[in-house]
């Protein structure tokens, strides 16, 4: 369900006066000046999505703007959820410093703002598994004025949860061992990909994942790491997940050679050989497919399953993978991502040694640290989550 502004404007009063926060009301909060300007980016607030571990997932980016005109040391930061009072997320100095990017630039964390600076804070709370998600979030900080001496604790960032239905997809490709490359929720290359497009702060990437391909001993690459067909998923059909609308498509960049990120790639062919899929409320970006393989252009009307191209290495790119991700706007790289699910997979084994241990794997061609799932977990209506390996049934 998307909510039009009025209808969000009355969800918001509605609970706002529930909670006794709403000006003029007897009782409520006189307003009062904080150091620190906090709000969610991306508005009207995250949306929970269930992940392959049996839990509801909040990913979103908290703006604090620092306005004490001194620097401010920031010390905790907690989600809470204000109808209970119950803490949902705690982030101590060190986590903070790894999560909260000083201009919302990767690689710019800090746990200090200096005067008139500001950040992002990349949030992501996991709630318990049956722990219904709450209706509000909002966020309370503790921190240091370097210039006074003196410890501030305030609230902000207050923002509703929307509890529209995240888009179902079908399998993007088919077969067995396929790893969640990169995926939700705490991995950085895709869920920190914070860009300024046209003037705004855009984060298209919030939910990618990276796919690629384990054969049977446990490897994405078997021979040499620079031929682009010693890795399993090159050449793999890619799938229309649903019934949609071609709106946009590339079929003539060339393939890059494995190992290494090309340099001065423009935004234009960061994506490669492309299809965006409109399936009617929600778009969905296929990207670094192989030249001359997309078999669609734009305006053509496709059904689920249908082919639309190869697995190939084109685009900003560093070894053969199906880039997928869903936004609320057609645009791939200038729309806000959204939450989605896939309608059935097979869950068979977690890559638990992280983000390092898949690298290593690509760099050298070893095999993935992989827990397996035994049984093996049919899942349904569920998101993936990162370095997890699902097999996808017609």
Partial sequence: ?????????????????????????????????????????????????????????????????????????????????????????????????????????????????????????????????????????????????????????????????????????????????????????????????????DGRLVLAQRFAIDWEEIDSEGRVVSGDPKALGSYVIFGKSVLAVDDGTVIAARNDLPEQVPGALPANLPLSEADGNFVVLDIGGAFVLYAHMQPGSVTVRAGDRVRRGEVLGKVGNSGNSQAPHLHLHVTEGPLPMASNGVPYVFDAFTLTAVDRAGTADFDKAEATGSALTLTKVDPPQRLRNMLPLDLSVVDFEP
């Fill in 1 to 197: 369900m998307t909510l039009s502004p009025r209808q969000f404007a009355g969800i918001a009063v509605a609970a706002l006066c529930a909670l006794g926060l709403v000006p003029g009301r007897a009782g409520a909060p006189e307003p009062q000046l904080t150091p620190l300007a906090v709000e969610v980016l991306s508005p009207p607030g995250p949306v929970p999505v269930m992940g392959s571990d049996g839990r509801r997932h909040l990913v979103y980016e908290l703006r604090i703007d620092n306005r004490s005109g001194g620097e401010i040391d920031l010390k905790t930061i907690d989600a809470i959820d204000p109808t209970t009072g119950s803490v949902l997320l705690t982030l101590d100095r060190p986590e903070i410093a790894r999560r909260f990017a000083l201009g919302g630039s990767r690689g710019a964390e800090s746990a200090d703002l200096g005067i008139a600076q500001f950040g992002v804070l990349f949030m992501h709370v996991a709630l318990p598994p049956g722990q219904p998600a709450p209706r509000i979030l909002a966020h309370r900080i503790t921190g240091y004025f370097t210039k006074t001496g003196a410890d501030f604790t305030m609230s902000g960032g207050q923002t509703l949860l929307l509890y529209r239905r995240p888009a179902v997809l079908g399998p993007p490709l088919l077969g067995a061992g396929y790893v969640a490359a990169d995926g939700c929720c705490d991995s950085v290359r895709h869920v920190r990909a914070l860009l300024t497009i």
